[in-house]
T-cell receptor, first 115, second 113 residues
């Protein structure tokens, strides 16, 4: 596979469930990101990892827990979510830790619905 | 604070030109432009860096005014494939543990035959 892949593509979960989103990049990049895209709202940066270390956490509630075991994989662990967390969750990667200087490549996203 | 994009939406006929603007409230290090088609992921178009460096597709052009904290994306001789929502993403220099990456709300571009 090439580029950035995300699984699952669609997820429906109850508020008491625990689930995880997975992202994998096949580009040899060093930085990975999680974004949330809600209807009628701008893309919101959630987390940034560079060389497997978290370098940015934009005041995201603790019910979202990221994990980056290596530079190719990024997870977003979800627990006790709220209906307002329903959104498209996008993963992205970029070449280097000088994040602002490099374009991001996005995965297709996971459409999450919290019931 | 997120950058402000204008216009919010624009409809073009094939072959017409358009300009999309992005205004930021912070001192800028770079501006990124992306296009997202319905149901698809955003796709990179252009990066403009402080100091004048640009990276992007040959058929896309953009400007970056550091003093005015503004960027503009120029779409010329539009094609049907240009339709989508265009986002700018601005970032300040890394400081206080944050790159301050924020996206604008997007400009919806529709190209009709």
């Amino acid at each position: 596979e090439t580029g950035v892949t995300q699984t699952p593509r669609h997820l429906v979960m109850g508020m008491t469930n625990k689930k995880s989103l997975k992202c994998e990049q096949h580009l040899g990049h060093n930085a990975m990101y999680w974004y949330k895209q809600s209807a009628k709202k701008p893309l919101e940066l959630m987390f940034v990892y560079s060389l497997e270390e978290r370098v940015e956490n934009n005041s995201v509630p603790s019910r979202f827990s990221p994990e980056c075991p290596n530079s190719s994989h990024l997870f977003l662990h979800l627990h006790t979510l709220q209906p307002e967390d329903s959104a498209l969750y996008l993963c992205a990667s970029s070449q280097d830790q000088t994040i602002s200087s490099y374009e991001q490549y996005f995965g297709p996203g996971t459409r999450l619905t919290v019931t | 604070q997120q950058p402000v994009q204008s216009p919010q939406a624009v409809i073009l006929r094939e072959g017409e030109d358009a300009v999309i603007n992005c205004s930021s409230s912070k001192a800028l290090y770079s501006v990124h432009w992306y296009r997202q088609k319905h149901g698809e992921a955003p796709v990179f178009l252009m990066i403009l860096l402080k100091g004048g460096e640009q990276k992007g597709h040959e058929k896309i052009s953009a400007s970056f005014n550091e003093k005015k904290q503004q960027s503009s994306l120029y779409l010329t001789a539009s094609q049907l494939s240009y339709s989508g929502t265009y986002f700018c993403e601005d970032s300040g220099p890394f400081g206080a543990g944050s790159y301050q990456l924020t996206f604008g709300k997007g400009t919806k571009l529709s190209v009709i035959p």
